[in-house]
């Protein structure tokens, strides 16, 4: 199992999650059981990757057949860009609770700051592009709020927000976020964010925390597909062999020493084991330094359908 961080809250929250994002359907609903009774405890879905409702059968059915309660694991969801007008949110998160089959969710976060014009449904899984819109963050974030106020999230906090946006809301927020989760790999460290956010103790997770190395994204992503996979990176592969480690560990385990959340992805079984395998070694000073010379600032997500968006969150360096 996973070692805890207690949240700016006081709530607590397992250092490594189960990324779902692109696990294959027809395997999404085993992997979910198998990573349970591996041990994992926090998973991490959110309303675009329409697999919520699998999410909550498997979760449903596993925690029936077993003694697992609730209160052990930690579920986390974010909010489609098309909900973030004030009155759209608590109604979202509404959805995606009666799709995940549960009363509260752990985590409830902004998914990213680019509003999209509202629909007045909720599609099984949404497609992109959307029209742009604009929502002033401080009216979701007093949303987000409400939801914790009405008991359907225990903490809210962000996804892909740059500092000023993450300061813009906290200057008026009457709970400030628990969590930021943005990209965060070797390649791309995320050390000036980290700096900021530990400076409002604000947390701060690692989605593609391998470096997401085999993403095949829409049309206009698909430059990333030329992306160096980091697990076979020369440096990775010398410090895993003298810890007797696998590459992948070493990444995970790399951010996880500096105290983040990791979100790897997985669906086999043998390295979903090895990813949740990182709180038993320690890697030292020299190696966390020597790791730090693969970062070239390469970002993997620009996600530039939003380039225009006036809340294009990666103008700004952090
Ligand atoms: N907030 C956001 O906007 C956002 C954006 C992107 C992602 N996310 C979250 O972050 C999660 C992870 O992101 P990601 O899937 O793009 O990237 P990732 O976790 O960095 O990489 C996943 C890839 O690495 C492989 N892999 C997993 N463990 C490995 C290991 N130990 N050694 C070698 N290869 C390994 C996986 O293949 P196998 O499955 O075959 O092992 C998969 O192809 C997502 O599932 C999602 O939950 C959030």
């Known amino acids: ?37 591996m041990g994992y405890r926090h998973i991490d879905t959110a309303f675009f990757y329409g697999n919520e409702t699998v999410i909550g059968k ?21 909010l489609f860009p098309t909900y973030m007008k004030g009155s759209a949110v608590g109604p979202a998160l509404d959805e995606s609770l009666r799709r995940l089959r549960l009363d509260y969710v752990d985590l409830f976060l902004i998914h990213v700051p680019c509003a999209m014009k509202e629909l007045d449904f909720y599609p099984e899984k949404p497609t992109q592009p959307m029209d742009f819109t604009s929502v002033d963050l401080r009216e979701t974030w007093k949303a987000m709020e409400e939801t914790i106020y009405r008991g359907k999230a225990r903490s809210i906090g962000v996804s892909s927000f740059n500092a000023k946006q993450l300061d813009y809301i906290c200057k008026t927020a009457r709970i ?11 390649r791309f460290p995320q050390k000036k964010l980290h700096e900021f956010c530990k400076s409002r ?88 330094n020597h790791i730090d010379e693969i970062d ?20 700004e360096e952090f």
């Open 1 to 37: 199992m996973a070692d805890c961080i207690t949240l700016n809250n006081g709530h607590r929250i397992p250092q490594v999650a189960l990324g779902t994002s692109r696990i294959s359907p027809e395997k999404l609903e085993v992997t979910i059981k198998r990573a349970l009774d």
């Open 296 to 315: 070239n600032g390469e970002r993997r997500f620009v996600i530039s359908w939003w380039k225009d968006h006036p809340e294009y969150p990666f103008h």
């Open 58 to 78: 498997a979760l449903q059915e596993y925690m029936e057949s077993t003694n697992l309660s609730r209160q052990e694991v930690f579920i986390t969801t974010k």
């Open 201 to 288: 103790n604000i947390l701060l997770e690692a989605f593609c925390p391998l470096g997401s190395p085999f993403f095949i994204g829409p049309k206009e992503l698909n430059k990333i597909q030329s992306r160096d996979n980091l697990v076979e990176h020369p440096i990775i592969m010398d410090i895993a062999a003298k810890y007797k480690r696998t590459p992948g560990q070493i990444l995970l385990r790399n951010l996880a020493q500096r105290g983040i959340v990791v979100i790897p992805k997985s669906e086999n079984p043998q390295r979903m084991k090895e990813n949740l395998q990182i709180s038993s070694f320690s890697l030292s000073e020299a190696d966390m």
């Open 176 to 186: 400030r976020p628990a969590v930021s989760q943005v990209e965060a790999h070797a």
